[in-house]
């Protein structure tokens, strides 16, 4: 039984259509009722995230993770469950960020529209063990500039831990990509899941249904 209520599924409804320039609004809006929609529909994708940063990322004191497109913290809320306690979160929403920081497992929260390489925030360079990100490679969100972003912002031999719908893959030209990089000798994976999205849902609310998902471990080698 989903716990759906029908006051959460009209939002859900409400927010099936946006794109990239209105993404700050949408996740704004709907910041405060995020968790209840998504949580009680089935989205894995923040602890399968968080599990593959646990099997590859020793948590020593200094490991430092970066949680981007964090929107309300819960990737960073399983890390913390897992013990790793120095984790930094970016999202293009403050009402996202908001909740988030609400969650006690961030030590930083930045307001931050990713996608943009050419002029992404030096602090992140070569900062981070391990960047997580959850569900930020869909319709309406990034392509495949934020690939570089992963890159810029881990340290060499760190991890990079993302998600996206199987059908992204080839749609929206994510594996296409993936798999570039992966000829450059710039990153190797290290472990793919498949999981399904979505999974609570008893019949499909506005884009909303039961959906396969990826959700891949790669290390950064340059």
């Excluded at 602090?123 to 490679?137: P, Q, S, V």
């Excluded at 810029?152 to 719908?165: A, C, D, E, M, P």
């Excluded at 059908?167 to 472990?191: D, N």
């Amino acid at each position: 039984m989903t716990g759906l209520t029908d006051e959460l599924k009209e939002e859900m409804k409400k927010h099936t259509g946006f794109s990239q320039d209105q993404i700050k609004e949408h996740y704004d809006e709907i910041a405060e009722k995020y968790d209840a929609i998504y949580l009680n529909a089935g989205y894995h994708d923040p602890l399968h995230c968080a599990n593959l940063v646990k099997e590859f990322v020793p948590n020593t004191p200094g490991t430092e993770i970066f949680d981007m497109g964090c929107g309300t913290g819960l990737v960073g809320l399983h890390l913390k469950e897992h013990g790793y306690n120095k984790i930094v979160g970016c999202d293009a929403s403050q009402g996202m960020l908001d909740v988030a920081s609400l969650k006690g497992a961030y030590y930083e929260l930045k307001e931050l529209f990713l996608g943009k390489p050419d002029t992404y925030p030096q602090e992140f360079h070569g900062r981070f063990d391990a960047i997580t990100a959850a569900g930020i490679l869909a319709q309406g969100h990034l392509g495949v500039e934020v690939f570089e972003e992963f890159l810029l912002s881990v340290k060499k031999g760190g991890y990079i831990v993302f998600t996206t719908r199987t059908m992204y893959l080839e749609e929206f030209g994510y594996g296409k990509r993936i798999a570039e990089i992966e000829a450059e000798g710039r990153w190797k994976q290290v472990k793919e899941i498949t999981f399904t999205r979505y999974d609570k849902l008893e019949e499909e609310v506005g884009r909303y249904r039961p959906v396969e998902v990826k959700a891949y471990a790669y290390q950064k080698l340059v």
